[in-house]
């Protein structure tokens, strides 16, 4: 009984770390949503399809707490600081409508007291990317807020996948953990030797958007035909992701020019629905890098 | 990469479930280090029951010029011997498909009025191979109803966007159907702008409900969901080595091959110059 409660913990640990290394999931817990936070779109029929720039992004704080270690680079340093000044400013004068981060829509209320308070001179931006990047766009463009985009009911549910690869599938549990372990492994790598711009384009390439994605459907077909425990999981990531994009979507109408981030984890899956959406139209980041 | 993929391969080839190799070609030593090939051909259903939301006139595909033309396709498919033949049934009927397969090989049976048996015998037979293998799912459905419904009640507009654009596109394909040749509407379902137009179906009701119950979302990804489980079903034969060809209605193909796309362990192999 022990072992199998070590091991379901092992696994619940690990899945954990899993989500937070390549989703950088942020729960936080108050409530309220307000939508009052973006410039008034235009409205009228003429008005052009909505321009949609999915930015992903590392996570700029990673309190080091996966499995494999990913020491991100210190976007402090007078040289980054001077790097994302000059970033956000490029992208705000191309007067973004919407600036939309990867945070729970229940702590918008505790988003905008902080961006008034960012806008005010009273609040000293932290270490992550909604306000490093996000508050610093949305306050160049004279935008009233920010808007958090983030799903907090769809998680990736890969409990039952993990658990059945362990017990009949431990060749595949292996490939899976090296490349996991191997990803871990080159990010890390890239954070300590290359630039911080640098870092930007690669997580905006196609390329790694097609590494992030390979990870799910690489176990896609564990148990196919029986109990589907690996296709049922890819599926889960991708339903949190339709929600997600449906949160873009609702912001993304006509006239609009709405600027996403988000762990590239999600932009990478985000971006092939955009490719699919006749209505909007992909307005790409990697010219601004 | 190419050191994971080969050690990937190699893993790969030691698990191939044994189930499924009775369909299959004998795989020859060196094709072992090789990923799969999968081929995705699109189509329209040939016997059209009216089924699909987008209802249309379908071309007669029992005409002696429409006969030789699919005689040919597939004698061409034929010839690149591939190593399996999927196609769009479920897996409960795998059975009566391997009595009727068999029974086209002894010609004791006519072809019946469906791609199935219509490309998807004729490949197989052709290529030498003992079957074909249904690799549709039936648990997992489209929850478009439910949708639908919530559009009537809470989203008038947006239905009548969405009645008015199913309309136009079945009166496209009917169109097509009545003025082009059958190799002409084949590659009309393999056309890549053609593929985004058919997820656009979802993606266009994916925002009803946001922020709510996500009503177009859930709807979006319960097709995807059953598109995951037809991929995986493909997946368990695409091993290394294999040469798979998977039939399916273009609605299903245009998604399989974005998760082809980004499938590290298989190559994609285009049908598009066959057609």
Same mark, same amino acid.
């Given at each position: 009984?022990?072992?199998?409660?070590?091991?379901?913990?092992?696994?619940?640990?690990?899945?954990?770390?899993?989500?937070?290394?390549?989703?950088?999931?942020?729960?936080?817990?108050?409530?309220?949503?307000?939508?009052?936070?973006?410039?008034?779109?235009?409205?009228?029929?003429?008005?052009?399809?909505?321009?949609?720039?999915?930015?992903?992004?590392?996570?700029?704080?990673?309190?080091?707490?996966?499995?494999?270690?990913?020491?991100?680079?210190?976007?402090?340093?007078?040289?980054?600081?001077?790097?994302?000044?000059?970033?956000?400013?490029?992208?705000? =004068?191309?007067?973004?409508?919407?600036?939309?981060?990867?945070?729970?829509?229940?702590?918008?209320?505790?988003?905008?007291?902080?961006?008034?308070?960012?806008?005010?001179?009273?609040?000293?931006?932290?270490?992550?990317?909604?306000?490093?990047?996000?508050?610093?766009?949305?306050?160049?463009?004279?935008?009233?807020?920010?808007?958090?985009?983030?799903?907090?009911?769809?998680?990736?549910?890969?409990?039952?996948?993990?658990?059945?690869?362990?017990?009949?599938?431990?060749?595949?549990?292996?490939?899976?953990?090296?490349?996991?372990?191997?990803?871990?492994?080159?990010?890390?790598?890239?954070?300590?030797?290359?630039?911080?711009?640098?870092? *930007?384009?690669?997580?905006? =390439?196609?390329?790694?958007?097609?590494?992030?994605?390979?990870?799910?459907?690489?176990?896609?077909?564990?148990?196919?035909?029986?109990?589907?425990?690996?296709?049922?999981?890819?599926?889960?990531?991708?339903?949190?992701?339709?929600?997600?994009?449906?949160?873009?979507?609702?912001?993304?109408?006509?006239?609009?020019?709405?600027?996403?981030?988000?762990?590239?984890?999600?932009?990478?899956?985000?971006?092939?629905?955009?490719?699919?959406?006749?209505?909007?139209?992909?307005?790409?980041?990697?010219?601004?890098? | 990469?190419?050191?994971?993929?080969?050690?990937?391969?190699?893993?790969?080839?030691?698990?191939?479930?044994?189930?499924?190799?009775?369909?299959?070609?004998?795989?020859?030593?060196?094709?072992?280090?090789?990923?799969?090939?999968?081929?995705?051909?699109?189509?329209?259903?040939?016997?059209?029951?009216?089924?699909?939301?987008?209802?249309?006139?379908?071309?007669?595909?029992?005409?002696?010029?429409?006969?030789?033309?699919?005689?040919?396709?597939?004698?061409?498919?034929?010839?690149?011997?591939?190593?399996?033949?999927?196609?769009?049934?479920?897996?409960?009927?795998?059975?009566?498909?391997?009595?009727?397969?068999?029974?086209?090989?002894?010609?004791?049976?006519?072809?019946?009025?469906?791609?199935?048996?219509?490309?998807?015998?004729?490949?197989?037979?052709?290529?030498?191979?003992?079957?074909?293998?249904?690799?549709?799912?039936?648990?997992?459905?489209?929850?478009?109803?439910?949708?639908?419904?919530?559009?009537?009640?809470?989203?008038?507009?947006?239905?009548?966007?969405?009645?008015?654009?199913?309309?136009?596109?079945?009166?496209?394909?009917?169109?097509?159907?009545?003025?082009?040749?059958?190799?002409?509407?084949?590659?009309?379902?393999?056309?890549?702008?053609?593929?985004?137009?058919?997820?656009? *179906?979802?993606?266009?009701?994916?925002?009803?409900?946001?922020?709510?119950?996500?009503?177009?979302?859930?709807?979006?990804?319960?097709?995807?969901?059953?598109?995951?489980?037809?991929?995986?079903?493909?997946?368990?034969?695409?091993?290394?080595?294999?040469?798979?060809?998977?039939?399916?209605?273009?609605?299903?193909?245009?998604?399989?091959?974005?998760?082809?796309?980004?499938?590290?362990?298989?190559?994609?192999?285009?049908?598009?110059?066959?057609?």
């Amino acid at each position: 009984m022990m072992i199998i409660k070590n091991n379901r913990e092992k696994i619940r640990v690990k899945m954990r770390k899993f989500i937070k290394f390549f989703s950088g999931i942020i729960i936080l817990s108050s409530c309220s949503a307000s939508w009052a936070a973006e410039k008034e779109a235009l409205t009228s029929p003429e008005a052009p399809p909505a321009q949609v720039m999915l930015f992903g992004t590392f996570h700029f704080a990673n309190p080091g707490r996966d499995t494999v270690k990913l020491n991100v680079i210190d976007v402090l340093t007078p040289e980054n600081q001077a790097y994302l000044e000059q970033l956000t400013e490029k992208l705000a =004068s191309e007067s973004p409508t919407h600036v939309m981060l990867e945070c729970d829509p229940r702590i918008q209320d505790k988003i905008d007291i902080k961006f008034q308070a960012y806008l005010n001179g009273e609040h000293q931006l932290e270490v992550n990317e909604h306000q490093q990047l996000g508050f610093r766009i949305a306050a160049k463009a004279k935008l009233n807020g920010v808007i958090c985009y983030d799903e907090n009911q769809v998680h990736w549910d890969g409990a039952k996948l993990m658990s059945y690869m362990s017990t009949n599938a431990p060749e595949r549990k292996k490939i899976f953990d090296a490349e996991i372990a191997d990803f871990g492994n080159l990010a890390s790598k890239q954070h300590k030797t290359l630039p911080l711009r640098q870092l *930007l384009q690669i997580d905006n =390439s196609v390329e790694r958007d097609k590494k992030n994605m390979n990870l799910y459907l690489m176990v896609n077909d564990i148990d196919s035909g029986e109990g589907f425990s690996g296709a049922d999981a890819s599926v889960s990531w991708w339903h949190r992701n339709f929600r997600m994009y449906a949160n873009i979507q609702a912001k993304a109408q006509p006239g609009t020019k709405v600027i996403a981030i988000a762990g590239s984890g999600h932009t990478a899956l985000m971006k092939t629905l955009l490719a699919t959406d006749l209505q909007r139209e992909a307005w790409d980041i990697k010219s601004y890098l | 990469m190419r050191t994971f993929t080969a050690i990937l391969a190699g893993t790969l080839a030691l698990t191939i479930n044994s189930k499924s190799f009775a369909h299959a070609n004998p795989i020859s030593p060196e094709q072992k280090i090789s990923p799969a090939q999968v081929m995705l051909f699109g189509v329209f259903h040939f016997n059209n029951p009216g089924l699909d939301s987008v209802k249309s006139e379908v071309i007669n595909v029992l005409t002696p010029e429409n006969q030789h033309y699919l005689e040919e396709l597939t004698s061409k498919l034929a010839n690149e011997t591939p190593t399996h033949v999927l196609i769009e049934c479920p897996p409960q009927r795998q059975k009566m498909m391997d009595r009727k397969f068999n029974a086209y090989k002894n010609g004791n049976h006519e072809l019946s009025l469906n791609e199935n048996q219509q490309l998807g015998f004729r490949i197989a037979a052709k290529a030498e191979l003992k079957g074909v293998i249904c690799y549709d799912e039936r648990n997992v459905h489209w929850r478009g109803a439910e949708l639908r419904d919530y559009m009537e009640k809470n989203t008038p507009k947006r239905k009548k966007i969405h009645d008015e654009l199913i309309k136009k596109l079945s009166n496209d394909s009917s169109q097509r159907h009545t003025t082009l040749s059958l190799s002409q509407v084949l590659q009309f379902h393999n056309d890549s702008a053609e593929d985004k137009e058919n997820m656009n *179906l979802y993606i266009m009701e994916n925002d009803i409900g946001a922020g709510q119950d996500f009503i177009g979302a859930d709807a979006a990804a319960s097709w995807w969901h059953r598109n995951f489980r037809m991929y995986a079903n493909i997946q368990a034969q695409a091993q290394p080595g294999t040469k798979i060809i998977a039939i399916g209605g273009s609605g299903h193909t245009a998604i399989l091959k974005t998760l082809l796309e980004v499938d590290k362990s298989r190559r994609s192999w285009e049908v598009n110059e066959y057609l």
